[in-house]
């Protein structure tokens, strides 16, 4: 099955910076999305973005698509340590109608510097 | 609060022996989902279940199995069949199965270490 892949893999910024992590996927998409994971816990849902939408925000969470390149963007403002964690981008593959989970990339690792 | 509980938060499990990994949601929601992390990936899909007395492989199942008996239970066991069990496991639900129009609710996880 088709999976995203993060970019960077690893990212440390200094507080009060923003951060910006990249996703590419394989195919044609229904939707992508975004979550968090502090470490050794369970994942948080951030932002869905359809595949007709080019930009979506929520809060300091600003995220792009573009389907023409198969890529999305993340990008968190104004950083704070509570935002050190992975991120990893989920896409919905396209299969007329059916659908069988979402598919994780392997997560960008975001430390924030105090 | 609603919200998916899973049990144990850490699980040993001897070789040859089966375990079982509960995961229960109070959100009503119809989908649920069985993922495995190894340190430092993303997450791979074992299974999943859009409705009540339903489920399908997904990309790894060899060595688990699943029933979906009551839409709020998702029992995930590791067989003695699955060589590699070491993980985090994490079970997630969404409202609704078939086209992902929500984000998924995931569980805290459960830590499997074979001894």
């Known amino acids: 099955s088709q999976q995203g892949e993060e970019d960077p893999q690893a990212l440390s910024i200094q507080e009060g910076e923003n951060a910006t992590m990249n996703c590419s996927y394989k195919?044609?998409?229904?939707?992508l999305q975004w979550y968090r994971q502090n470490s050794g816990r369970g994942l948080v849902h951030l932002i869905l973005?359809?595949?007709?939408?080019r930009e979506k925000h929520s809060g300091r969470l600003r995220v792009t698509l573009d389907t023409s390149k198969k890529s999305s963007s993340l990008l968190i403002t104004a950083s704070r340590a509570a935002d050190t964690a992975s991120y990893f981008c989920?896409?919905?593959?396209?299969?007329?109608?059916?659908?069988?989970?979402?598919?994780f990339g392997k997560g960008t690792h975001l430390i924030i510097q105090p | 609060d609603g919200g998916i509980t899973q049990s144990p938060k850490y699980l040993f499990r001897k070789e040859g022996q089966n375990v079982t990994l509960s995961c229960e949601q109070n959100?009503?929601?119809?989908?649920m989902y069985w993922y495995r992390q190894d340190p430092g990936q993303g997450l791979r899909l074992i299974y999943y279940?859009?409705?009540?007395?339903?489920?399908q492989k997904g990309d790894i199942a060899e060595g688990y199995s699943v029933s979906r008996e009551k839409k709020e239970s998702f029992p995930l066991t590791v067989t003695s069949a699955q060589k590699n069990p070491t993980a985090f496991y994490l079970c997630?639900?969404?409202?609704?199965?078939?086209?992902?129009?929500?984000?998924?609710?995931f569980g805290s996880g459960t830590r499997l270490t074979v001894v």
């Open positions: 195919t044609s998409i229904n939707n």
């Open positions: 973005i359809r595949s007709n939408e």
């Open positions: 279940s859009q409705i009540v007395n339903d489920f």
């Open positions: 959100l009503n929601h119809d989908a």
């Open positions: 989920a896409t919905d593959e396209y299969s007329g109608g059916g659908a069988d989970g979402l598919t």
């Open positions: 997630a639900s969404s409202l609704e199965g078939g086209q992902v129009n929500y984000g998924y609710t």
